[in-house]
């Protein structure tokens, strides 16, 4: 079972930018895809980004095209989100996600393993 572990969360204003880190340990199989999804109060959980294990595959959620990035270290076991030109509709808690099928999903019943959060608010 692979464990997760988000970091980077924080408080920024409008227009800032913030860097998610998502570090992974345990039992970690040869491949698998990650996820970034976020919940805001009040609301359902949706998807952010996803990505492949090599990189070659990435998937964005509309509101975020052209201002976050997803990557990943493997040599690390660490991915990560960067996060540009914030707004104060970005104010959510942030989850990571594994997928053990190398396949980049906006769904998110298709990953296996979640972290447990972590906040990022973004006052105007």
């Known amino acids: 079972q692979v464990q997760l572990v988000e970091s980077g969360g924080g408080l920024v204003q409008a227009g800032g930018s913030l860097r998610l880190s998502c570090a992974a340990s345990?039992?970690?199989?040869?491949?698998?895809?990650m996820g970034w999804f976020r919940q805001a109060p009040g609301k359902e959980r949706e998807f952010v980004a996803a990505?492949?294990?090599?990189?070659?595959?990435?998937v964005y959620a509309d509101s975020v095209k052209g201002r976050f990035t997803i990557s990943r270290d493997n040599a690390k076991n660490t991915f990560y989100l960067q996060m540009n030109s914030l707004k104060p509709e970005d104010t959510a808690v942030y989850y990571c996600?594994?997928?053990?099928?190398?396949?980049?999903?906006?769904?998110?019943?298709?990953?296996?393993?979640w972290g447990q959060g972590t906040q990022v608010t973004v006052s105007s």
């Open positions: 345990g039992r970690i199989f040869s491949s698998y895809a």
């Open positions: 996600a594994a997928r053990y099928l190398n396949i980049p999903t906006m769904e998110s019943m298709a990953y296996d393993v």
């Open positions: 990505i492949n294990w090599s990189g070659s595959n990435t």
